[in-house]
């Protein structure tokens, strides 16, 4: 499994990274740009990633920007919406009005509020068939 991990706390990705390190390679992004640099880079080497763990807020282009990017991207190309990437959505705000524009105005496959809980994660990857 390919695993593109997107925040700007050092911890938060090195919590992610250790956390998901067993179940596959792990690509690193500090924003939402970097994130969806590395998936149009990922994209052109044929070399896709399985999953995105994308941080809401961030500097220079938000999570949700980088959401809303990727999906648009996904559609642009023809990726039928059973095939798409599937991004976790990672976040201190569990806010109705912030779920709410992740799964339908952004795409999200899932969301998950910190603390990141490890069990919880894994759960949400397993019923992904990533693991």
Known sequence: MRILITDDEFNNRKLLQA???PYGECDIAVDGQEAVDAFLLALS?????DLICLDVM???MSGQEALEAIREHEKKIGIPQKDEVKIIMTTALGSPKDVFNAFYKGGCT???V???DKNKLL???KEF???
Do not use: A, Q
């Open 19 to 21: 956390i998901l390190t």
């Open 45 to 49: 080497e044929n070399n896709g990633y």
């Open 58 to 60: 961030m500097p220079k």
């Open 110 to 112: 899932s969301y998950i």
């Open 114 to 116: 910190k603390p990141i």
């Open 123 to 125: 759960d949400i990857i």
């Open 129 to 131: 068939g990533l693991l």
